[in-house]
Every structure is written in structure tokens, then in C-alpha cells.
């Protein structure tokens, strides 16, 4: 499975951006696949996961704020951001699991897209 994920951009606080996640690979429909974000300075961390019976998870800091979503025949995963903050500045990249289940670590994680850099302005 190969991953794409692209739409970060420059924002003002309060902005919202829509980040999308394309993948190759007939499995796709298959995987959970989540989003993390890395911060300056800071250890990468999740924000969002999706399973394939359209199951979520959020971290604390983005719930009510961030929404995952699927569209398994465009093998594609999208995170909605609203109401963007400062601190959601960070390298946005999303991945792919075939664990059971929701994982939330880097570790369950096997398919990786390179990164997209979202900067959230005061």
C-alpha cells in the first residue's frame, strides 16, 4: 500500500482545512488508517483513526474539532479540520494499519505517506 497525503497549507486560527490521504492498493478498504501530526520540537503523536467498519478515534486535543472520514472506491481518507488552533501547527502524515482494532501507537502502523506541513497563524 502506498499513501499520499496533501491539502496542508497556511491558515489563520479558527480556519478550517480539509486533509486528504489518497492510497494505492486493492487492501485499502481493509486497513485502519490513521492520521498523526509532528510538531516542531515534539514527538509525533496520533490525532484520528478510522477502521474499515468506519469506526473513530480522536485524541483529546482535536475531538469535536477534527473529523475523520472515508471513501473506500476512492481508496481515499480525509480529516476535517475546524476551528484550527496555533498549537495544531505540525507535519500532518497518515498511515496505514492491518491490526484489529483502532491503534493509536506509531508501532501498529505499517504504511506510511510522506507528510503534509499545516501552519495555523494568530
Known amino acids: 500500500v502506498q499513501l499520499q497525503a496533501f491539502g496542508g497549507g497556511l491558515v489563520q486560527a479558527g480556519d478550517s482545512l480539509r486533509l486528504t490521504c489518497a492510497a494505492s492498493?486493492?487492501?485499502?478498504?481493509?486497513?485502519?488508517v490513521g492520521w498523526f501530526r509532528q510538531a516542531p520540537g515534539k514527538e509525533r503523536e496520533f490525532v484520528a483513526g478510522?477502521?474499515?467498519?468506519?469506526?473513530?478515534g480522536y485524541a483529546d486535543s482535536v475531538k469535536g474539532r477534527f473529523t475523520i472520514s472515508r471513501d473506500n472506491a476512492k481508496n481515499t481518507v480525509y480529516l476535517q479540520m475546524n476551528s484550527l488552533k496555533p498549537e495544531d501547527t505540525a507535519v500532518y502524515y497518515c498511515?496505514?494499519?492491518?491490526?484489529?482494532?483502532?491503534?493509536?501507537?506509531?508501532?501498529?502502523?505499517?504504511?506510511w505517506g510522506q507528510g503534509t506541513e499545516v501552519t495555523v497563524s494568530s
Open positions: 498511515a496505514a494499519s492491518g491490526r484489529l482494532g483502532l491503534p493509536t501507537t506509531q508501532a501498529a502502523y505499517d504504511y
Open positions: 492498493g486493492r487492501t485499502f478498504s481493509m486497513l485502519t
Open positions: 478510522i477502521m474499515w467498519t468506519n469506526r473513530q
